[in-house]
């Protein structure tokens, strides 16, 4: 009994030292930790105060920077040049700051300006390309369509109509009409032209190619305008509207302004029993036109008469009611009433631009050969839906 007493304290003092050194280690961990703490604690007190030394730095050097306008050492062409900030970073106190081998920085630019090659000065450049003047194409858009697969038209129109209906005695003759026909040959005209760009021109800037290709077929397309308006059917030309024979002419006699010869080129139309509906003229006499006064002394515009209008918030003007198309391709002085049912325009070949570099000596001299054209044939099928009248014989 006594034996198992004593074994039992022995085992219960092993278990009580084994708990107090354990209890000692750790407490000696606790103790190692709270120093390192305090340690960090210090070290951070100690940061703290070197970063607020940092920031007093760092403001004192953006002060320095914004004073730099007026107190330099290096010229404002280096500043253009380089650029501020790159500046300022390669200045040696400033290197020596960042570095630590200084407590502050300091730079210092002279206050000299000076207009070295342009440095003061700089431009700026426009992307793409200023574009010259362009005639507004308008009187394409008031001409019927039509397409052809040949390099001529052939069509049959009629020529003579003489309407001999009459009330009939029973028994008697009837009375007999007349109706002729004519035939006519109308070929297929080409409108075009060409223009040499040098190869390097097109590489070095790609705007150029598709600006070259817009003026080549403006330039067509203008032309085009020109000859339907004016073309006199002799050599290559087109049979135009102004062709003798395609259109009658109105004398102004009897009339004393524009306006009464409009109205008397509407009325021959009518009285031929078609339908004007559009009149051709000259910018420049429409401007007269719509300016021209009364009577001398008197402000008000005839136009504002009644004559013309201006309906579409003022974009179509309408003379007796007619649509106007200014065009600089009708020359100044005439004035063109049509009804457009009365001819039509057979396109061949739609406008084409085609680039080339096989042409003359295009390879030796780096060149690119631009070509636009197109084909086409204006066909009036009668002189009297078209009437024109001289504005500058009206007294």
Same mark, same amino acid.
């Given at each position: 009994?006594?034996?198992?007493?004593?074994k039992?304290?022995?085992?219960?003092?092993?278990?009580?030292?084994?708990?107090?050194?354990?209890?000692?280690?750790?407490?000696?961990?606790?103790?190692?930790?709270?120093?390192?703490? @305090?340690?960090?604690k210090a070290? @951070? +007190?100690?940061?703290?105060?070197?970063?607020?030394?940092?920031?007093?730095?760092?403001?004192?050097?953006? *002060?320095?920077i914004?004073?730099?306008?007026?107190?330099?050492?290096?010229?404002?062409?280096?500043?253009?040049?380089?650029?501020?900030?790159?500046?300022?970073?390669?200045?040696?106190?400033?290197?020596?700051?960042?570095?630590?081998?200084?407590?502050?920085?300091?730079?210092?630019?002279?206050?000299?300006?000076?207009?070295?090659?342009?440095?003061?000065?700089?431009?700026?450049?426009?992307?793409?390309l200023?574009?010259?003047?362009? #005639?507004?194409?308008?009187?394409?858009?008031?001409? %019927?369509?039509?397409?052809?697969?040949s390099?001529?038209?052939?069509?049959?129109?009629?020529?003579?109509?003489i309407?001999?209906? #009459?009330?009939?005695?029973?028994?008697?003759? +009837?009375?007999?009409?007349?109706?002729?026909?004519?035939?006519?040959?109308?070929?297929?005209?080409?409108i075009?032209?060409?223009?040499?760009?040098?190869?390097?021109?097109?590489?070095?800037? %790609?705007?150029?190619?598709?600006?070259?290709?817009?003026?080549?077929?403006?330039?067509?397309?203008?032309?085009?305008?020109?000859?339907?308006?004016?073309?006199?059917?002799?050599?290559?030309?087109?049979?135009?509207?102004?062709?003798?024979?395609?259109?009658?002419?109105?004398?102004?006699?009897?009339?004393?302004?524009?306006?009464?010869?409009?109205? +008397?080129?509407?009325?021959?139309?009518?009285?031929?029993?078609?339908? %004007?509906?559009?009149?051709?003229?000259? %910018?420049?006499d429409?401007?007269?036109?719509?300016?021209?006064?009364?009577?001398?002394?008197?402000?008000?515009?005839?136009?504002? @008469?009644?004559?013309?209008?201006?309906?579409?918030?003022?974009?179509?003007?309408?003379?007796?009611?007619?649509?106007?198309?200014?065009?600089?391709?009708v020359?100044?002085?005439?004035?063109?009433?049509? *009804?457009?049912?009365?001819?039509?325009?057979?396109?061949?070949e739609?406008?084409?631009?085609?680039?080339?570099?096989?042409?003359?000596?295009?390879?030796?001299?780096?060149l690119?050969?631009?070509?636009?054209?197109?084909?086409?044939?204006?066909?009036?099928?009668?002189?009297?839906?078209? #009437?024109?009248?001289?504005?500058t @014989?009206?007294?």
């Amino acid at each position: 009994m006594d034996t198992l007493e004593t074994k039992t304290a022995e085992a219960l003092e092993s278990i009580k030292a084994q708990v107090k050194t354990e209890i000692k280690d750790r407490t000696d961990v606790i103790d190692r930790q709270i120093t390192e703490l @305090s340690s960090v604690k210090a070290e @951070s +007190k100690e940061y703290g105060v070197k970063l607020d030394s940092v920031e007093k730095n760092i403001k004192a050097l953006g *002060d320095q920077i914004v004073a730099l306008a007026q107190k330099h050492d290096t010229t404002t062409d280096e500043i253009s040049t380089k650029g501020f900030g790159k500046l300022v970073m390669e200045s040696k106190s400033i290197q020596g700051f960042i570095n630590g081998e200084t407590t502050k920085g300091k730079i210092e630019v002279k206050n000299t300006i000076l207009n070295n090659g342009n440095s003061t000065s700089q431009h700026d450049t426009l992307q793409g390309l200023v574009p010259g003047a362009m #005639a507004e194409l308008t009187v394409m858009p008031t001409i %019927p369509m039509g397409q052809t697969d040949s390099n001529s038209v052939f069509y049959s129109k009629e020529s003579n109509w003489i309407n001999g209906a #009459a009330s009939q005695v029973e028994g008697a003759t +009837k009375a007999t009409s007349t109706l002729t026909f004519a035939e006519v040959n109308e070929p297929v005209r080409t409108i075009a032209h060409t223009l040499k760009v040098s190869k390097q021109s097109l590489s070095d800037s %790609p705007f150029l190619e598709s600006y070259v290709e817009m003026r080549m077929k403006h330039g067509i397309e203008d032309e085009k305008e020109n000859q339907v308006i004016n073309g006199d059917g002799s050599g290559v030309n087109m049979s135009g509207l102004l062709k003798t024979g395609n259109h009658s002419v109105v004398s102004p006699t009897g009339t004393v302004d524009i306006f009464g010869l409009a109205n +008397k080129l509407k009325t021959a139309i009518k009285v031929n029993k078609y339908k %004007p509906a559009v009149f051709y003229i000259n %910018p420049e006499d429409w401007g007269n036109a719509e300016t021209e006064r009364r009577a001398s002394g008197d402000n008000a515009f005839v136009a504002a @008469s009644g004559a013309v209008s201006y309906p579409n918030g003022g974009l179509t003007p309408l003379l007796w009611g007619l649509p106007v198309v200014q065009s600089t391709n009708v020359a100044a002085g005439t004035l063109i009433c049509a *009804d457009p049912s009365t001819y039509m325009y057979v396109e061949r070949e739609s406008t084409v631009v085609e680039m080339f570099e096989q042409d003359g000596d295009n390879v030796e001299k780096n060149l690119i050969t631009v070509r636009a054209e197109v084909r086409g044939a204006l066909l009036v099928f009668t002189a009297s839906g078209v #009437a024109t009248g001289d504005i500058t @014989s009206i007294t």
